[in-house]
């Protein structure tokens, strides 16, 4: 029996049905949702009684350390933002390519990481060439062959949120460098899940939404940013992002000398406390043992889902394949259909790109991958 890394009595949903959707509004446990009421019982109605200005600075260095070490950076370049896209909108002008350069990414990937660029392609700042994902090829073989000395930046997820193919991220970085390039990573669907190396992979970006594997709630994000990227004001200063945000100078635009700069206001101090909490269960399992937990869970489910006529968009020994997000397809059955099925019989899952996405997480056990089965086989 492969049982749960996290106590399955902190997720009240479990008592209702089978979860394998992290990758999209992922469960969130007892001790992150015990902190953010506490917070917000104990502080954020009370205003300033309990929290002064000094005090809403330093709020956010509990967290910084505690992202820091998930994310392998250093605290300096930990940067604390609303929301990925928050920074991931401004990378265009904070990198300034060439213009006409071609910035290259994956076809399928997710929007929030391809739309800024597609916005900077409007106006001729950037040529944009998308790779695909197919289940025949490796993607980081593509996406190295599709660089050249005109490409400027390659954006790419870390794992891809429709498919769970994974990317080779040193790899990249090695053919990045080689060509000149910036490298973007979003690593929204694997931090919390699998490592995620900001120290060895020198990309100039990666970010990460505070919830899915994070088991954070909405309205928080972290970044780990390069150095080199300190060197300018951010496109879209905020108040927050000053050296010391309480002073209050509204005619200059001083910028705090490290990744504080990026945080631009006032955010989801609520989230805060959730997401801390959340990120210190994750660092005492530690991401091998959580990543050892899902490829347990998803051979199980791979061996059985073949004999139902259930095929992944990868094998499961494919170095490419993520362990966590299992895209799934049959020949006769809809993916549509076979969700909203499965969800009749209290076992909710994704889909995406017309599959079946079942998304592993530290909580899920053997009972759920069983239950899971039997759902299917009974589809016929």
């Known amino acids: 029996m492969i049982a749960s890394l996290l106590p399955r009595a902190d997720y009240p949903t479990l008592e209702q049905g089978v979860y394998l959707n992290?990758?999209?509004?992922?469960?969130?446990?007892?001790?992150?949702?015990?902190?953010?009421?506490?917070f917000l019982d104990d502080v954020a109605r009370h205003g300033n009684r309990f929290m002064s200005d000094v005090d809403e600075v330093a709020y956010f260095d509990s967290l910084r350390e505690q992202a820091a070490q998930l994310l392998r950076s250093a605290v300096e370049r930990t940067a604390i933002v609303g929301g990925a896209s928050e920074i991931l909108a401004q990378l265009p002008y904070l990198l300034e390519p060439e213009r006409g350069s071609v910035v290259l990414a994956v076809r399928t990937d997710f929007p929030a990481l391809t739309r800024p660029w597609l916005r900077?392609?409007?106006?001729?700042?950037?040529e944009l060439r998308f790779v695909d994902d197919t289940p025949?090829?490796?993607?980081?073989?593509?996406?190295?062959?599709?660089l050249d000395g005109r490409t400027s930046v390659l954006a790419v997820s870390q794992v891809q949120y429709a498919t769970g193919t994974t990317v080779d991220i040193p790899r990249l970085r090695r053919a990045t460098c080689d060509v000149g390039a910036s490298l973007i990573v979003d690593a929204s669907h694997a931090a919390g899940a699998v490592a995620v190396d900001t120290a060895a992979w020198h990309a100039e970006v990666i970010v990460s939404s505070g919830y899915k594997w994070l088991g954070g709630h909405g309205g928080i994000a972290l970044a780990a940013v390069a150095e080199s990227l300190f060197a300018g004001?951010?496109?879209?200063?905020g108040w927050m992002g000053a050296p010391e945000p309480f002073d209050f100078d509204a005619t200059s635009l001083l910028v705090a000398p490290d990744a504080r700069r990026f945080t631009q206001s006032t955010m989801s101090y609520i989230s805060m406390a959730g997401l801390t909490v959340a990120l210190r269960?994750?660092?005492a399992l530690g991401t091998p043992?959580?990543?050892?937990?899902?490829?347990?869970?998803?051979?199980?489910?791979?061996d059985e889902l073949t004999v139902l006529g259930w095929q992944p968009f990868r094998p499961i020994d494919d170095p490419a394949a993520a362990p966590h997000i299992i895209s799934i397809a049959h020949p006769t059955h809809s993916g549509e259909a076979a969700a909203a099925a499965l969800r009749d019989r209290n076992i909710v899952c994704g889909t995406r790109g017309g599959r079946v996405r079942i998304s592993l997480a530290a909580y899920n056990d053997e009972s759920d991958v069983r239950?899971?089965?039997?759902?299917?086989?009974?589809l016929g």
């Open 136 to 146: 025949t090829r490796d993607l980081t073989d593509g996406l190295i062959d599709a």
């Open 289 to 302: 043992r959580i990543e050892a937990h899902a490829r347990k869970l998803a051979v199980l489910l791979v």
């Open 120 to 126: 900077l392609a409007i106006d001729g700042g950037c």
């Open 281 to 283: 269960q994750l660092l």
């Open 371 to 378: 239950l899971l089965l039997e759902a299917l086989a009974s």
């Open 233 to 237: 004001v951010p496109p879209l200063p």
């Open 22 to 38: 992290q990758a999209a509004l992922g469960l969130i446990g007892r001790p992150a949702v015990e902190a953010m009421r506490s």
